[in-house]
């Protein structure tokens, strides 16, 4: 009697084992569906500002060292006036008057 109800039981036991091992997804996570795809934009600010003139330095083989009085004048000026949008026009167009020597020496640090 003890072998059929071990049997019965093993029996029981291995058919739960098929159910939940071949059930399709209720027992476990579910699989997410991917959407198509679209295109990804890049922005690339080398390539953006490659295009532009803030590389050019014309001075970079005739001036060794620039410096402008009336134009640094007219920094400070824009500078204690919070005026933005003019100093970042007089300091670009400085920086833009650079040699060798200016670019070479970097910030101090």
Do not use: C, H
Request: proline share 3%.
């Amino acid at each position: 009697m003890r072998t059929t109800a071990g049997k019965r039981l093993f029996y029981l036991f291995f058919a739960a084992i098929l159910v939940v091992a071949t059930a399709p997804d209720s027992f476990g996570q579910k699989q997410k569906k991917f959407k198509a795809g679209n295109k990804v934009a890049l922005y690339d600010s080398v390539t953006a500002f490659g295009q532009s003139d803030i590389f050019t330095f014309p001075n970079i083989n005739k001036t060794r060292l620039y410096a402008d009085a009336a134009k640094l004048k007219q920094l400070q000026q824009a500078e204690k006036n919070n005026n933005e949008q003019e100093m970042y026009t007089l300091l670009r167009e400085y920086v833009k008057n650079f040699g060798v020597d200016a670019l070479a020496a970097g910030p101090a640090l």
